[in-house]
């Protein structure tokens, strides 16, 4: 049975860092393509970033670049999203999903067609 854990969120200030993790259990994601979105209150869903199955390609959000990193570690079977200078406009539940195709992945992440795995994690960004 497939299990998926978004873990790392919590209450932090403007400016603040936090780790994001999405660990899975009864399937490798070696073979996945793993991405972060997030849902705000009264927002659209946004991708937020996206790393290959093999780390060879990233994709971040505009509203990201240069201060969230995605990586992966496969022994884990686990992905994180460092997440730095955080912004209250960051505030929102955070969703991983996975897909075998990287392109797909991030062609889908910001919309309804890509399901989360987990239940999330919450990320309140004030002050």
């Known amino acids: 049975q497939v299990h998926v854990v978004e873990s790392g969120g919590g209450l932090v200030q403007p400016g603040g860092s936090l780790r994001l993790s999405c660990t899975a259990s009864?399937?490798?994601?070696?073979?996945?393509?793993i991405g972060w979105f997030r849902q705000a209150p009264g927002k659209e869903r946004e991708g937020v970033s996206c790393?290959?199955?093999?780390?060879?390609?990233?994709y971040y959000a505009s509203s990201v670049k240069g201060r969230f990193t995605i990586s992966r570690d496969n022994a884990k079977n686990t992905v994180y999203l460092q997440m730095n200078s955080l912004k209250p406009e960051d505030t929102a539940v955070y969703y991983c999903?996975?897909?075998?195709?990287?392109?797909?992945?991030?062609?889908?992440?910001?919309?309804?067609?890509?399901?989360?795995w987990g239940k999330g994690t919450l990320v309140t960004v004030s002050s």
């Open positions: 999903a996975a897909h075998t195709r990287y392109d797909y992945l991030v062609a889908t992440l910001g919309t309804n067609v890509m399901q989360p």
């Open positions: 009864g399937v490798s994601l070696d073979n996945y393509a």
């Open positions: 790393i290959s199955s093999g780390d060879e390609e990233r």
